[in-house]
C-alpha cells in the first residue's frame, strides 16, 4: 500500500525523461540546472503530506484494515517504509535524468556496485529484526543511496550542486525534514485521542503549506501553481458543466 505513493514519482518521472533529453540535446546546461532542482522541489513537496500522514496514522489505518494485533506488531513497519518511499521518489528524478541523457548504463553499474553491500546489510538485519530488519534495511539502502545516486547522476549531467542553494530546493528539505521529525516525534510519543490528533495533523499540514508558499516558493513556483490551480479549476467545473 506504501509503495503506491510512488505513482507520484512515476508519473512526474514520464513527463521529465522527454523533457530533460531534449534540454540536454540542446546543450543548455543552466536550464537543465533549473529544470532537475525544480522538479526535485516540486516532487518533495507533493511526497511529504502523504508521507506525514502515513507517519502518524499508521497504527490506525492497520487497526482498521488488518486488526489490532496486525497493527501493534506492524506499525513500525509501515513507518519505515514511508520514509524509504519518499526518499526512493525522490531518487526518480536523477533517474530520469539519467536516462534522458542517454546514459542508462549508470544505473545498471552502481546498482551492480551497490547489491552486494544491501545484501549483507539485509542479512545482518533480518537476521535480528525480523520483518523490522527488513524494512529498515530497505529504508538504509535508500538513505545512502538517493544522495549518492543523485551527485553521481548530476555529475555525469553536468549539473552543479549549487544550484540547490539557487532553486529553493534547500529551503524545501529544510521544511520537510522539520515537518518529518516533527510526525515522528509525534507518532512515537503521543498518546491523543484520534480527533486530537487529526486537529494536530491537519495543523501541521497547513503549516507546511503555508511554510511552503511563503519560504520554499519563489515567483515563479507561485505563479506555477496559480496556472495549475486555474487550469484545474477550468476543467473540472466549467468544462465538466457544459
Not at 524494512?135 to 551527485?151: G, H, N, Q, S
Not at 555529475?155 to 542553494?165: D, E, R
Not at 511552503?212 to 519563489?218: A, K, L, V
Request: net charge positive; charged share 15%; aromatic share 12%.
Amino acid at each position: 500500500m506504501v509503495t503506491r505513493l510512488l505513482i507520484i514519482s512515476t508519473s512526474i518521472a514520464t513527463v521529465l525523461f522527454p523533457a530533460f533529453s531534449s534540454i540536454a540535446s540542446c546543450g543548455d546546461r543552466d536550464e537543465l540546472n533549473v529544470s532537475v532542482m525544480r522538479s526535485t522541489k516540486y516532487l518533495l513537496t507533493a511526497m511529504v503530506p502523504p508521507t506525514v500522514v502515513f507517519l502518524i496514522f499508521a497504527e490506525g489505518i492497520l487497526k482498521i484494515w488488518l486488526g489490532r494485533d496486525f497493527a501493534i506488531e506492524s506499525a513500525g513497519v509501515f513507518r519505515l517504509l514511508s520514509l524509504a518511499v519518499l526518499l526512493n521518489a525522490i531518487g526518480y528524478i536523477p533517474f530520469a535524468l539519467i536516462q534522458g541523457i542517454g546514459r542508462p548504463d549508470v544505473v545498471a553499474k552502481y546498482h551492480l556496485i551497490e547489491l552486494p553491500i544491501y545484501a549483507g546489510v539485509a542479512f545482518f538485519l533480518i537476521t535480528e529484526l525480523g520483518i523490522t530488519g527488513a524494512a529498515l534495511a530497505w529504508c538504509l539502502r535508500m538513505v545512502w543511496t538517493i544522495p549518492i545516486f543523485f551527485v553521481i547522476c548530476t555529475k555525469i549531467a553536468g549539473i552543479h550542486l549549487k544550484a540547490l542553494l539557487e532553486n529553493g530546493v534547500s529551503r524545501s528539505l529544510a521544511v520537510a525534514a522539520g515537518l518529518l521529525m516533527t510526525s515522528i516525534a509525534f507518532a512515537l510519543w503521543s498518546n491523543w485521542e484520534n480527533a486530537i490528533t487529526g486537529l494536530l495533523v491537519g495543523a501541521l499540514l497547513i503549516g507546511y503549506v503555508l511554510l511552503t508558499w511563503y519560504i520554499t516558493f519563489d515567483v515563479i513556483d507561485k505563479n506555477l501553481m496559480k496556472r495549475l490551480i486555474s487550469e484545474t479549476y477550468v476543467f473540472l467545473f466549467e468544462r465538466g458543466g457544459r
